[in-house]
């Protein structure tokens, strides 16, 4: 079975840089999200994506920005990088956003690393 | 607040035995899902099982049962004859309902690691 797609898997940025991280969620996904694992920690909800709009906001950086595309992909940009930017990046998606009983399938992660 | 725990950071096994790992959660939502997830040191996330609030019954999913006790909020992880490649971090997550506001995200409790040895 087709799986969320993230590249890329690994990547590595200068403080300051811009990063871009991708996401392709599993076909006839209409929802994305984005979350942040920090070393030792649990994931953390950044922003969601419903039908190419923005349908949640959790603790993301002014410096972030995400959208969704028209084939549903979606792009994590991340501008002024600094070394706590440092992260396992998640991409995960469902079927819909409204039911509390979909299941989020996760990708592979991006790791994001800061020098 | 919506809030998953997990107070066991680490737990070992012997490979072939049952083992348990506790997640309790707090929610003012009556609709809400349960969910728990495998995190080898890969890196990855896999997701293993899911209760909805309204199920009576537990969900099981091969060899593992999440032990729903909603009346306790409870939401533990049994994982029957383990193996060695059980070992890994495994979380705890709640996706909010409605009524909380942010009905899409996961909420996920610290972790548990847990060892299966031979």
């Known amino acids: 079975a087709a799986g969320v797609i993230q590249s890329p898997r690994h990547l590595i940025k200068e403080k300051r840089e811009t990063a871009t991280l991708k996401c392709y969620p599993i076909?006839?996904?209409?929802?994305v999200y984005w979350y942040q694992q920090g070393p030792g920690q649990d994931p953390q909800f950044l922003i969601s994506?419903?039908?190419?709009?923005?349908?949640d906001k959790g603790s993301i950086p002014d410096r972030f920005s995400a959208q969704q595309f028209s084939d549903y992909h979606s792009e994590l940009n991340m501008s002024s990088l600094e070394l706590g930017d440092s992260a396992l990046y998640f991409c995960?998606?469902?079927?819909?956003?409204?039911?509390?009983?979909?299941?989020?399938?996760f990708g592979p992660g991006t790791r994001l690393t800061v020098l | 607040a919506q809030k998953i725990t997990q107070t066991q950071p680490g737990m070992f096994v012997q490979e072939k035995e049952a083992v348990t790992l506790d997640c309790t959660y707090d929610?003012?939502?009556?609709?809400?899902?349960l969910f728990w997830y495998k995190q080898p040191s890969s890196g990855e996330m896999i997701f293993l099982i899911y209760?909805?609030?309204?199920?009576?019954q537990n969900a099981t999913e091969g060899r593992y049962t999440l032990n729903f006790q909603k009346a306790r909020k409870s939401a533990n992880l049994v994982i029957s004859a383990s193996q060695l490649g059980d070992s890994a971090m495994y979380f705890c997550?709640?996706?909010?309902?409605?009524?909380?506001?942010?009905?899409?995200?996961?909420?996920f409790g610290a972790g548990t690691r847990l060892a299966v040895h031979p």
């Open positions: 995960a998606s469902s079927p819909t956003s409204s039911a509390s009983t979909d299941t989020q399938y």
């Open positions: 076909p006839r996904h209409d929802t």
């Open positions: 994506f419903y039908e190419k709009m923005q349908s």
């Open positions: 929610t003012s939502d009556q609709s809400y899902g």
């Open positions: 209760q909805g609030s309204y199920d009576e």
């Open positions: 997550a709640m996706r909010e309902g409605p009524l909380s506001g942010g009905y899409n995200k996961l909420i």
